[in-house]
């Protein structure tokens, strides 16, 4: 299983809640923030989803 770190979920959480406020640039921002960390993020009908740059056959969905 992917380990994500706390600091990585909390940006795709604050990431969320700037996408729910229409806040696109501040979602962006938050983005970038997530792919130093090495993961990417891609957006689904069902929430966010993050790809380990390093493992891009490991995934996770994340809830908020």
């Known amino acids: 299983a992917l380990e994500i ?5 909390q940006l795709v ?3 969320e809640e700037a996408r729910k406020q ?3 640039i ?4 938050l983005r970038d923030e997530i792919e130093k960390f090495g ?5 689904t009908d ?3 989803r993050l790809v380990s740059s390093r ?3 490991a995934s996770r969905g994340i809830s908020t």
């Open 5 to 9: 770190p706390a600091e990585v979920e």
């Open 13 to 15: 959480q604050e990431r």
């Open 22 to 24: 229409k806040n696109w």
């Open 26 to 29: 501040r979602s962006d921002e």
């Open 39 to 43: 993961y990417s993020v891609n957006d």
């Open 46 to 48: 069902d929430g966010p």
């Open 55 to 57: 493992a891009s056959e």
